[in-house]
């Protein structure tokens, strides 16, 4: 093995494993705070440049560790001002990342998997395959990149106000990688994003929910796309393992009573399968009780797909419906579409695909 196959990346460590780093290495815990503060408040990846460290360990750090994140293959860039980063990543894989601006906020999509093993059938990237879970580096690193090319702090203006993990796999399918990346997300040290500006989106593995409650502070949403477990098990053929009453207790528990905290529904409309009167009902009966938001997603196409998206005027009437019975409910503008941006149209660039009944099994294992 080569010397430099043995090096740390310190980007997979949190607050916490990094203290665990240096006192491991024999230097004083104090020094994962220098460090943190150079890599994600004056962005400095080269350990040269940090001055606050000796000498000594600057150079003894240059022999053991290194701060890698993804690269950046490819940027596109929409006619409403989405961005999309194409991150390459070891082996030949790439993931994508989506920045999406608006007044006053300004919304990162950040990818945990390479593809997806859950098969949902409205989403392209389910449709490509899985190939592996990410790094945490490889994770945080979308942040870093994406924050060092938009010039996140430049004239003291935070670009990245929000962080969703909505891209490309499911968050809670690679849990141990996952929570040190929302760490760093949250950290003074690192992003500093407050709790509810930091989400965790799941199609609904229930045993990872309550998981992550104990883990860390963070906003929920659920990929539910039904009202009932018969059609939500053709959408997301999860539902079969944790149907839908599982997932709203999974839901309230996650909640705990917490006044001024909901969780966010996402609901993608797909003409004539999940988008009735009668869908709209029963979706009110199913959430009234549960604090939350419901975001209705219009369907965005992708090439192989037998879904439509639903009229203008059915969703208009479905959201009318829903706000009738009292839910909360806003219709999410789509953005990036020309560039393959939107929700559910990532797709990214995969090699050495796994089965996707392999990634469940090991899920069940743990479980």
């Avoid at 890698?68 to 490819?74: E, F, L, M, T």
């Avoid at 906020?105 to 949902?120: D, F, H, I, P």
């Avoid at 009437?317 to 829903?322: R, T």
């Amino acid at each position: 093995m080569s010397a430099e196959a043995t090096l740390i990346n310190l980007l997979d460590l949190d607050q916490e494993g990094l203290r665990d780093f240096f006192a491991s290495i024999g230097e004083k815990p104090y020094r994962a705070e220098q460090v943190l503060r150079w890599v994600y408040h004056h962005q400095v990846l080269d350990f040269e440049g940090m001055t606050d460290l000796g000498k000594a360990l600057r150079q003894k750090l240059e022999h053991i560790a290194e701060i890698r994140p993804p690269r950046i293959v490819s940027e596109r860039i929409s006619k409403d001002g989405t961005v999309k980063w194409l991150m390459g990543l070891p082996g030949g894989n790439a993931v994508e990342t989506v920045f999406i601006p608006e007044p006053g906020r300004g919304t990162l999509c950040v990818s945990s998997q390479v593809g997806c093993a859950l098969n949902c059938t409205f989403c392209s990237t389910g449709a490509q395959g899985f190939a592996r879970n990410l790094t945490t580096s490889e994770i945080i690193g979308q942040v870093w990149l994406a924050a060092h090319a938009l010039g996140h702090e430049r004239n003291g203006e935070r670009r990245i106000t929000n962080v969703v993990m909505m891209g490309m796999g499911e968050p809670l399918l690679n849990f141990e990688q996952v929570i040190p990346a929302l760490r760093l997300m949250r950290a003074d040290l690192g992003f500093g994003l407050a709790a509810r500006r930091v989400t965790v989106s799941t199609a609904g593995l229930v045993p990872r929910i309550r998981d992550l409650k104990e883990a860390e502070d963070v906003a929920l949403a659920v990929s539910l796309h039904a009202p009932g477990d018969e059609l939500r098990t053709e959408i997301v053929p999860l539902n079969r393992k944790y149907p839908i009453a599982e997932l709203m207790d999974a839901c309230r528990d996650y909640l705990g009573g917490q006044k001024k905290r909901s969780i966010t529904f996402e609901y993608t409309l797909l003409d004539g399968v999940n988008d009735s009167d009668q869908h709209a009902r029963e979706l009110v009966k199913l959430l009234r009780r549960l604090p939350s938001k419901l975001n209705l997603i219009p369907f965005n196409p992708f090439p192989g797909t037998s879904y439509r998206c639903s009229p203008p005027k059915r969703i208009e009437a479905f959201q009318n419906i829903v706000r009738e019975g009292g839910l909360i409910a806003t219709v999410r503008k789509t953005r990036g579409d020309d560039i393959d941006a939107a929700c559910g149209q990532l797709a990214g660039d995969f090699r050495d695909r796994t089965r996707r009944r392999e990634m469940l099994r090991l899920e069940r294992q743990d479980n």
